[in-house]
C-alpha cells in the first residue's frame, strides 16, 4: 500500500499547472506574453516590476522567469542578480526579454547575473513557445526526481525511525527489567574482570553478606568465599578464579564468607560475556542454608519412611503386577543382546587365555573355555557347577588364596591343576551381571613356559657372573692359601709356635669369610618373605650400629617416620642396612654422624643412610657394587654387592648421592596394595 500511495504522489506533479512568471512594467508587453504561452499546462503569473517579481518568487516556486531589461527602479540584471543569490531560486531559469542593443557588451552582462537566454524583441512567438515548453520540460523532470528522493528518504527515515522507536522501547524495558530483578532478587548477582575484581552487584549483596555495595568494588571476588567444592575435590580461594573460569555455566557448590566472618553454604553459577574486547564474568550467589536444613530433614524422612516399608507390601504386590509387563517388553531387548552375546561367546571360546565365568549367587562355575580346561587338565562337565577351590589358585608374593570380594589386575599367581602341578600365571578379575546373576569374570594368562625360561635367564646369568669372579675370587683366596702353604712348609721340620698358628687360623678365615660372602651373591636365594615395619628392623639393629659409633668415636641418629608394613626377608634387610650402616662409619673420621631415615614418599617406603665422610670419586661411584671392588685395606668387596643382589629380590633398586659432605644411599620399597 505504501508503494501504490507514493507513486501517486510522485506523479501527481506532472498532472499539476506549471508555473511561469513573467516581469514587465509594460502591461501590453505581459498580453502578448500572455497570448503566445496560454495552456491549461502553464500557470501564467504576472509581475510589472522587479521588486513584485521578488514577492511573487517568496510565495511559489517557478518552472521559468521571463524577464524584461528595461524596468525602472530595479533593472532586469539588478532584479536576476538578486533571485540568484536567494538560496532557493539561484537555480531557476531566467530568460532576458530586451528590445536594447543586442551588443556582446550587454548579452555578456545577462549571462553574468544569471540569465540562460536572451529573446530579443520582436520576438517569434513559436520560437518562445518552445523555448518555454523544453524549460518546462526540464523543470517537471527535475520535480519528479526531487519527490522520488524525497519520496524514498522519507520511506527510509520512517523504517529507521520504527526502528529506533522499538529498540529505545526495549532497552527502556529492559533496563527497567534488570532493574526490578537486580532489586527484587534474592540472590545476590556480581559482575568480575579477568582479574577477579567485582565491578557490580545487585542490593541482594547487603542482606547476604552484611557488605555495602562500595566496600567490595575492586575487591577480589575471593573475598566472598571460604572454600569451592568441585568434581575434584575442596578448591580455596587462591585458586578460586581460575577454577570459576574452568567451570563456566554449571552450579558449583561452595561456602561463602560474611563480612562478620560467618559462613554459609551458597551455590555458585558463572557465566561470561565481552563487552568492548574485554571479558566480564557474571556470578549469581545463591543461599542455599534453608535447602541443606531440608536435606538434613530428608534425610531423617528417609530413615522413617524404611518403617513405612512393609505397611505398603500390598501396594508393591499391584506395582509387581506392572513389572510384569516390563518384564516382557525386556525379553524384546534381550532378542536385540543375542548377538553382542553371540560375539562374546566366539571371543571366549577361541582366546588363547583361560577364561571362566564364576557365580557368586551359588558360589561355583557357569561356564569355563577350552584353554581353562587344557591348562588345568579338568573336564568341562568336572568343572560346570562346581564351587571353586580358593587354595588352588595363591598370591605368589605371600602365599595367601586369592579375594573374590574385589577386582583384580594382573596378579600374579600359582594355581594347581588336576594332576597336581602347581603353575604360573597373571589373573584379572571382573565383576559382570549375566541374566542378572552377578558373577566374575576370569581371565588367566599362562606364563609358566615364560617364568621358567627367565629362571633359566637368570640362572645363565649367575654362571656367567661366576665365571667372571672366578679370576678374582682364586686370586683373593689363594692370598691366605699360600700364607698356610708357607707356614706349613716351615712347621714340617720344626717347632710351630702358637703366633704362628693364630696367623694361619686368621687367613683361613679370611678366605672362608670370602668363600660364604661370594656363595650368598651367587646362589639364587628364595627370600622369606613376610610383613614387617622397616622401622622395627632398625630399632632391633640400633644398638649394635651405636656401639661399633662409640667405638670409634663417631655418633648415629635415627630420623624415622611413621612407615606401612611391607614385604620384605627381615634377615636380609637387616644385612642391607648393617652393610650400608658399616661402610658409612669406616667412610667418616672420628666426630662424624650417620644418619638413618625413612619416610612414605609415593607409594613408597623409603630407606635412607647419610654418612659426613669425604664422598666419592667419579670412577669409585662407577665401579661401586662391582664383586671384589674395595676401597678398603681388608675388605673383600662382595658387601655392596650382596645388598644390590637383596635389593633386587625386593623389587627394589639404590640411588646413591656423594659429595664433598657425605654420600648418602637411598632404598625405596614398594608398598604392597592388599
Not at 469 to 482: C, D, L, S, V, Y
Request: net charge negative; hydrophobic share 40%.
Amino acid at each position: 500500500m505504501l508503494q501504490k500511495n507514493s507513486t501517486v504522489n510522485l506523479y501527481s506533479a506532472a498532472s499539476e499547472k506549471v508555473n511561469i512568471l513573467m516581469v514587465d512594467d509594460h502591461p501590453e508587453n505581459l498580453l502578448a506574453l500572455e497570448a503566445v504561452l496560454s495552456s491549461p499546462n502553464y500557470h501564467l503569473v504576472t509581475a510589472n516590476s522587479g521588486k513584485e517579481a521578488l514577492k511573487c518568487l517568496l510565495k511559489q516556486e517557478f518552472a521559468v522567469i521571463l524577464l524584461d531589461v528595461q524596468m525602472p527602479v530595479l533593472n532586469g540584471f539588478e532584479t536576476a542578480k538578486l533571485i540568484r543569490a536567494r538560496e532557493k531560486t539561484k537555480h531557476t531559469p531566467i530568460i532576458f526579454i530586451t528590445a536594447i542593443s543586442q551588443d556582446s557588451e550587454n548579452v555578456q552582462r545577462g549571462y553574468s547575473v544569471g540569465a540562460i537566454d536572451y529573446i530579443f524583441k520582436p520576438f517569434q512567438p513559436e520560437t518562445l513557445k518552445q523555448k518555454i515548453e523544453k524549460f518546462v520540460e526540464l523543470h517537471q523532470k527535475y520535480e519528479e526526481r526531487v519527490s522520488k528522493s524525497e519520496w524514498k528518504r522519507t520511506v527510509e527515515l520512517k523504517e529507521i525511525n520504527q526502528k529506533l522507536d522499538q529498540t529505545s522501547l526495549d532497552l527502556r524495558q529492559t533496563e527497567a527489567l534488570n532493574k526490578v530483578i537486580g532489586e527484587t532478587l534474592m540472590d545476590t548477582i556480581i559482575t568480575f574482570d579477568e582479574q577477579g575484581c567485582i565491578l557490580s552487584g545487585n542490593p541482594a549483596i547487603k542482606s547476604m553478606f552484611g557488605y555495602q555495595l562500595d566496600e567490595l568494588i575492586g575487591e577480589n571476588v575471593s573475598r566472598l568465599f571460604l572454600k569451592i567444592m568441585g568434581d575434584k575435590g575442596e578448591c580455596f580461594p587462591h585458586i578460586l578464579l581460575s577454577f570459576m573460569k574452568q567451570e563456566i555455566g554449571k552450579v558449583i557448590e561452595s561456602v561463602a564468607l560474611r563480612k562478620d566472618e560467618s559462613y554459609f553454604p551458597a551455590d555458585i553459577q558463572i557465566g561470561r560475556t565481552k563487552i568492548d574486547d574485554r571479558q566480564i564474568f557474571v556470578c549469581t550467589i545463591r543461599d542455599v542454608t534453608e535447602r541443606k536444613q531440608i536435606e538434613e530433614v530428608k534425610k531423617q524422612q528417609f530413615n522413617d519412611l524404611e518403617k513405612m516399608v512393609e505397611e505398603r507390601t500390598i501396594e508393591l504386590l499391584l506395582a509387581n503386577e506392572k513389572l510384569q509387563k516390563e518384564i516382557v517388553e525386556r525379553k524384546k531387548m534381550t532378542d536385540h543382546l543375542f548377538v553382542s552375546q553371540e560375539r562374546f561367546r566366539k571371543i571366549f571360546e577361541s582366546s588363547p587365555s583361560l577364561m571362566a565365568i564364576y557365580s557368586l549367587k551359588n558360589e561355583s562355575y557357569m561356564d569355563v573355555n577350552a584353554s581353562w580346561m587344557t591348562f588345568t587338565g579338568y573336564g568341562y562337565d568336572e568343572l560346570l557347577k562346581q564351587q571353586i577351590n580358593l587354595h588352588d589358585f595363591m598370591e605368589e608374593a605371600d602365599g595367601h588364596a586369592i579375594n573374590l570380594q574385589q577386582p583384580i589386575r594382573n596378579m600374579k599367581i600359582r594355581y594347581k591343576t588336576k594332576s597336581g602341578e602347581m603353575r604360573t600365571g597373571l589373573l584379572s578379575s571382573e565383576l559382570i551381571d549375566i541374566e542378572p546373576e552377578p558373577c566374575i569374570l576370569f581371565v588367566l594368562t599362562d606364563i609358566t613356559e615364560r617364568v621358567l625360561f627367565e629362571k633359566e635367564l637368570s640362572r645363565l646369568d649367575r654362571l656367567n657372573l661366576i665365571g667372571e669372579m672366578a679370576a678374582g675370587i682364586a686370586h683373593e683366596i689363594r692370598n691366605p692359601m699360600t700364607t698356610v702353604y708357607g707356614f706349613l712348609q716351615v712347621a714340617k721340620g720344626n717347632q710351630i709356635s702358637n703366633e704362628y698358628i693364630d696367623l694361619m687360623l686368621d687367613e683361613l678365615k679370611r678366605a672362608n669369610s670370602i668363600i660364604t660372602e661370594f656363595l650368598n651373591l651367587a646362589k639364587n636365594k628364595v627370600s622369606d618373605k613376610k610383613m614387617h615395619n622397616v622401622n622395627t628392623i632398625i630399632e632391633a639393629l640400633f644398638p649394635l650400629i651405636q656401639a661399633e659409633a662409640t667405638l670409634a668415636g663417631k655418633q648415629v641418629n635415627l630420623q624415622l617416620s611413621q612407615c606401612l608394613d611391607i614385604f620384605v626377608d627381615e634377615k636380609e634387610i637387616r644385612q642391607l642396612i648393617l652393610n650400608i650402616a658399616l661402610n658409612g662409619l669406616d667412610a667418616m673420621s672420628a666426630g662424624g654422624k650417620l644418619t638413618i631415615m625413612t619416610y612414605i614418599e609415593e607409594r613408597a617406603v623409603v630407606l635412607k643412610i647419610k654418612d659426613q665422610g669425604s664422598g666419592m670419586s667419579a670412577e669409585v661411584l662407577g665401579k661401586i657394587g662391582t664383586p671384589f671392588f674395595t676401597t678398603k685395606e681388608q675388605g673383600t668387596g662382595l658387601g655392596l654387592a650382596i645388598c644390590y643382589s637383596i635389593a633386587k629380590r625386593h623389587g627394589a633398586h639404590i640411588d646413591v648421592e656423594t659429595g664433598e659432605n657425605g654420600t648418602t644411599f637411598s632404598i625405596p620399597f614398594k608398598v604392597n596394595d592388599r
